[in-house]
């Protein structure tokens, strides 16, 4: 065999095993949701999918589909399409992915460049009113790479010198009250893998803040009212009265126990005027007694005898 041709069958060889690229494909997707990676050429014989060097999947016509270990659980091909399914994504998917399909005799490969952002909040807008402008802020909590825009219906604005402008990567919006008489204006926030908005009322920021004694009197009448009505029922059941009468026995018992022991109470005195009543009573017999007894000896003497003259002479 010529060298010709054995040069021929090897270049054949090396042409069948290296896979015609088509152009990079830019896939988007969203942190915890899913993609699908389509190859545009028809799956007939053969298929395998590779993240960077890495084998992901392959098929091979008449056996069912491979998925490698570790890819096992959140990646899926489809035998009939070629379709990968990668679910629940992660940040750690972005990279660049290859289809490489058997069509005859010849590999076709197609790349996909996939990535995966962080999920988006809804925006939320404040509003400052100063020196005629009105100050529009559209916030965004994620830590996303988020671009900015505002919209009124479906026209997005864009900056004008004497009517509104746009700030901070239009993340504020300078409204002129003079010149803007437009109601309703949204804020849009998005990743090239989702969009999220939140519309806003300028009358909102117009409004003038209510008067603050109306606010601290309504606020007043709101706490005292639920006071009085529980006073007044205390009031009803006589808790009042019950509480005045303990007292006064409270402070009656507390003035008898830190009483002076000089002073004497009213049941104390009676105490005492009754013991020397009972005193007086004793010694006015005691002196009764004793003069009866001093009255006798003079009775005696003066006996009828004696009176006569009658005894020795």
């Known amino acids: 065999m010529s060298r010709l041709l054995i040069e021929a069958l090897l270049f054949l060889v090396i042409l069948r095993q290296t ?5 990079q494909k830019q896939v988007n997707g969203e942190k915890g949701s ?10 007939q014989n053969e298929i395998v999918w590779k993240k960077g060097s890495n084998k992901v999947a392959e098929w091979d016509s008449g056996t069912p589909p491979k998925i490698y270990p570790a890819y096992i659980g959140r990646f899926n091909l489809d035998e009939t399409s070629g379709k990968l399914t990668i679910s629940n994504l992660m940040e750690e998917d972005s990279g660049d992915y290859t289809a490489e399909i058997l069509i005859g005799n010849e590999y076709h490969s197609e790349q996909f460049q996939l990535k995966v952002f ?5 925006p939320s807008v404040t509003c400052n009113k100063t020196n005629g402008f009105l100050i529009l802020i559209c916030h965004e909590s994620s830590n996303a790479a988020v671009k900015y825009s505002w919209k009124y219906n479906d026209e997005e604005l864009v900056s004008s010198a004497d009517t509104y402008q746009l700030l901070d990567d239009n993340k504020i919006l300078n409204v002129s009250l003079a010149k ?10 998005q990743t090239p893998a989702s969009e999220k908005k939140t519309s806003y009322a300028i009358k909102s920021c117009l409004k003038k803040p209510r008067n603050i004694i109306l606010i601290v009197s309504v606020t007043l009448v709101a706490v005292l009212l ?3 009505g529980v006073l007044a029922f205390l009031f009803h059941k006589g808790y009042f009265n019950r509480w005045r009468k303990g007292g006064a026995t409270v402070a009656q018992k507390d003035d008898n126990e830190n009483s002076s022991p000089g002073i004497k109470t009213d049941k104390e005195e009676n105490i005492v005027m009754k013991n020397s009543t009972d005193e007086q009573g004793a010694l006015l017999r005691n002196n009764q007694q004793v003069g009866d007894h001093a009255v006798s000896p003079i009775t005696l003497n003066n006996s009828p005898g004696k009176a006569r003259g009658d005894g020795p002479r």
Request: charged share 10%; with cysteine.
């Open 19 to 23: 896979p015609r690229v088509a152009g």
């Open 34 to 43: 899913s993609i699908v990676l389509t190859p545009l050429q028809p799956l």
């Open 118 to 122: 962080l999920p988006l909040h809804e």
């Open 180 to 189: 803007w008489h437009k109601e309703i204006l949204i804020c849009v926030v």
């Open 226 to 228: 639920p006071v009085a």
